[in-house]
């Protein structure tokens, strides 16, 4: 257990704070490390952060847009925001962390050359929680979905360049590479934690493989995400129809929207899919049998749309370990997920199934299985209860910072 008597300072590092699911882990694990006697200071680089926490904005937003338009032209993200980044570290002294957590580093806010030349002078112990792969390759955050395996051995002709961090005109990947691969290894006093097993893997096989990975699990608040009851039946007349549920932001074609499409065609009268997230072009694309809804920024409705759904389906075809599909069950869905990245990892036999992915038979037989399966309501229950957040950043957590 953390000693209260300790009296640690921990320092977080994320592109938001208090916003978007690595920032509301942020802030989380803040308010659960300061009821163990935590003194805790957050640094974000987007956006706006809550009350009630100590936090920092790193530079602006002028220097945020500056930094997305040089990387759109060289290729070069994570290596601009220099005046910002030296006065972090001069805010980091001030605080005088005995840690240093870091989550998500790319986000065009941070210099991550400044960052780790300071981290491995200054001798101070770090934590990096990664939520994707973008500190081991040299240019993107995932690679599943294209199944490229460059970042093994050493990035080149970089075949995502328009996808995040998107750029038009340069293909830095081999020199991003060497130069991540250089700043990110040799830190004696670090430590990795994944959400997913399916990350820890690919860390293994990268060239940050001699660090020590936690996996922990991302909770949920289960005080959100739990069955709700709605009129969204009569207001979007579903009637007694079987209703699929699916949601992205933003919805993509990796996301699996294209494939929602095609289900579509070989689900009959009794079912209905809707789709939440989606923008106008996309909504106006998709066919009729499908209903295409907006983003929503409430809570409180993506909850009750979870309840009101009888099945949560997941097709995306590359994620790290989407919450998602944990926010479904805990308000009493069952989940069908394709076997990609870490999404299957939240799912047993009690609450969902797993299809092999772009198998779009086995999803209408999934489907068609979860509605002749009977309730799984309280199986659902059951095991978003294992996905507390409370209960993930006190058990989990716990442990990492107890080896620091």
């Known amino acids: 257990m ?21 920032g509301r882990i942020v802030t989380g694990l803040m308010g659960v490390l300061t009821s163990y006697g935590y003194t ?3 640094a974000y ?24 338009v040089c990387s759109r032209i060289t290729d070069r993200h994570g290596f601009y925001s220099r005046g910002a980044t030296r006065r972090l570290i001069q805010k980091i002294e001030e605080f005088n962390p005995d840690i ?25 112990k770090v934590i990096w929680t990664l939520h994707d792969c973008w500190s081991f390759t040299g240019h993107c955050t995932h690679f599943e979905y294209i199944g490229c395996t460059k970042w093994q051995t050493g990035c080149f002709r970089c075949d995502q360049l328009g996808e995040y961090p998107k750029s ?7 020199s991003n590479y060497k130069a991540k691969k250089e700043l990110f290894t040799g830190l004696p006093n670090m430590v990795l934690v994944t959400p997913s097993e399916w990350l820890k893997g690919k860390i293994k096989l990268s060239y940050m493989k001699d660090y020590e990975v936690t996996v922990v ?4 608040d289960l005080s959100q995400f739990y069955p709700l009851e709605s009129d969204l039946r009569e207001k979007h007349n579903l009637g007694d129809s079987y209703v699929v549920l699916g949601a992205a932001n933003p919805w993509r074609e990796r996301k699996g929207l294209y494939e929602f499409a095609k289900v579509a065609k070989s689900l009959n009268h009794r079912y209905r899919i809707v789709l939440i997230g989606l923008n106008e072009k996309q909504m106006a694309e998709l066919p009729p049998e499908i209903i295409a809804l ?14 009101t759904a009888d099945v949560y389906v997941n097709l995306t075809l590359e994620d790290t370990f989407p919450t998602t599909n944990i926010e479904a069950l805990a308000c009493g869905t069952p989940v069908v997920t394709y076997r990609a990245g870490g999404s299957p990892e939240s799912i047993d036999s ?5 299809v092999e992915r772009s198998n779009l038979s086995g999803v209408t037989a999934a489907i068609d299985r979860m509605k002749d399966g009977g309730d799984k309501k309280e199986a659902c229950l059951r095991r978003a209860s294992m996905y507390s957040s409370e209960k993930r950043f006190t058990e989990y957590y716990e442990k990492v910072y107890a080896k620091l």
Do not use: Q
């Not at 008597?5 to 208090?18: A, P, Q």
């Open 350 to 354: 009690t609450c969902g199934m797993i």
């Open 45 to 68: 680089g987007r956006g706006k952060a809550p009350e009630g926490y100590e936090t920092y904005r790193i530079g602006s937003d002028f220097d945020v847009d500056f930094h997305g």
């Open 40 to 42: 805790c200071m957050a």
């Open 168 to 174: 038009v005109l340069c293909d830095a990947s081999t």
């Open 100 to 124: 240093i957590h870091l989550h998500n580093l790319h986000g065009y806010y941070l210099n991550i050359g400044i960052l780790f030349h300071y981290l491995k002078k200054s001798e101070r």
């Open 2 to 22: 953390l000693n209260e008597s300790d009296n640690k300072r921990v320092f977080f590092i994320n592109s938001t704070c208090g916003t978007g699911s690595t």
């Open 294 to 307: 907006p983003r929503t920024d409430s809570v409180e409705e993506m909850a009750k749309w979870y309840s």
């Open 217 to 220: 699990p991302t909770g949920i």
